[in-house]
């Protein structure tokens, strides 16, 4: 079956920009997670949903980052003002539900804030 | 979620067993040893959990020592496709919720040399 998909797989932006980077997760899976990874480090945990509602939300750095899943579904991870610091790989990842010891991971989207 | 320390990086001969270690001499009781694995360029993949037995599946070992302070992943016949950055991770097992994030740390960078 289909594992977690991301889009776009890269994204460029300029600094002060809005980006919204787009997660798909597997069918039926009520968990999902979105991480950040930064070259040569492990990927950064941000925030946990559990069907609609953000169940852990401690990793979101700052007020810039948002992330929503409306229909407990596609979430989309919404970045405002973005700034070079910004730029790393955003993963995302799903998993039956929050008990599960297994996370799905997708391929990320790579973004890049020039 | 307990630290855990892994060395930065191991060379394996393609067909020989790939033992990687790690140390979690602060786990808690009821903290689980989870292991993954990120090929370049691709998301996080899950190989195998245990708490105090030892464990085996399609993919790979995982031993625990008694005291629980270490384990050893072992990959019985490394390929060349087993190259990869591997992450040993401590997390409070899957019946309590609210704790399902995973903390990666910068894991063992793993090459298998033909």
């Known amino acids: 079956g289909a594992g977690v998909s991301q889009t776009p797989s890269n994204k460029v932006t300029e600094k002060g920009k809005y980006v919204e980077l787009r997660c798909d997760p597997i069918s039926g899976h009520t968990a999902l997670y979105w991480y950040r990874q930064s070259l040569g480090q492990g990927p950064e945990f941000l925030i946990y949903?559990?069907?609609?509602?953000?169940?852990?939300d401690s990793g979101l750095p700052n007020d810039r980052f948002f992330a929503v899943r409306p229909e407990g579904s596609v979430s989309t991870l919404k970045i405002q003002r973005t700034e070079r610091g910004d730029s790393a790989v955003y993963l995302c990842?799903?998993?039956?539900?929050?008990?599960?010891?297994?996370?799905?991971f997708g391929p990320g989207t790579r973004l890049t804030v020039t | 979620d307990a630290k855990t320390t892994q060395p930065t990086s191991m060379d394996c001969a393609e067909g020989r067993a790939a033992n990687l270690p790690c140390n979690h001499s602060t786990i808690s009781g009821n903290e689980y040893v989870y292991w993954y694995r990120q090929i370049h360029s691709q998301g996080p993949q899950y190989i195998i959990h245990g708490l105090k037995n030892n464990e085996t599946n399609e993919m790979a070992s995982l031993i625990i020592t008694e005291d629980r302070k270490s384990s050893t992943l072992i990959l019985p016949h490394a390929t060349l496709r087993d190259t990869a950055v591997y992450y040993c991770?401590?997390?409070?097992?899957?019946?309590?919720?609210?704790?399902?994030?995973?903390?990666f740390g910068t894991g063992t960078r793993l090459t298998i040399i033909p």
């Open positions: 949903f559990q069907g609609t509602g953000a169940a852990d």
């Open positions: 991770i401590v997390r409070v097992g899957s019946s309590n919720f609210g704790n399902e994030k995973l903390t």
């Open positions: 990842a799903s998993s039956p539900d929050g008990r599960s010891y297994e996370q799905y």
